[in-house]
């Protein structure tokens, strides 16, 4: 024997004040809401949602569930904040993401167009030991004249090293924009988290002079070659 399930038609009005009438287990779809309902037996209803509850989709929030856009045949899906953590293994295909923060990321085959890369500007003279957090920028401007020799020591952040950040393997680019007045300074020494690394240096000569009236820029090319092990390649160029 085989049954018939009929599945009624009405408004959100019309569920309220059960008119359609419906028994247990019958199903009724929401016209103006385009959600599926079915009757508890007595006057109520229940949606048809998916809760964090049933185990097939984490932190849908409960009454929400999944919903039909109507005649555009697009699926809103309602996420509770608290719990919006997608777990396994998933595949977005042309999706665009607005402001993502992505940790960690391995990244295959991309092509970039005109990638931003953030740059700290700062009213500062370059002098004494200047700290370059690799882990908030790619280049560090430095916008007044230098009033003396420096030593730049590049680190993760001011909580995390270098080395911690990095894996054996991994190269990190960064540049130290220094502004020269009348007088020039240079760079007299390099370190990564504290400790002292020689680069090698573009020419095979470390600069010994700044370039007056200029802006010199310090490119080093940071490669993790083992546990706090890095070899540095690093260019010193001019421009005015």
Known sequence: MSSIIQIKRGTAAAWTSANPTLNAGEIGFESDTKKMKVGDGSTAWT??????????ISGVTAGTGLQGGGSTGAVTLSIDSTVATLTGSQTLTNKTLTSPVVNT?????????APQERTTVSATAATGT???????QGVLYYTTNASANWTLNVRG???????????????????????????????????????????KWQGGTAPSAGNASSIDAYVFTIVKTGSATFTVFGSQTKFA
């Open 157 to 199: 952040s001011s909580s995390a090293s270098l080395d911690s950040i990095l894996t054996t393997g991994d190269s990190i680019t960064v540049a130290f924009l220094a502004t020269q007045g009348t007088t020039a300074y240079y760079q007299s020494a390099f370190q990564i988290d504290g400790a002292a690394v020689t680069p």
């Open 47 to 56: 949606s048809l949602s998916y809760t964090a509850t049933d185990g097939d």
């Open 130 to 136: 200047i700290n370059f957090d690799a882990s908030t």
């Open 105 to 113: 990321a391995t990244v295959h085959n991309s092509i970039l167009k």
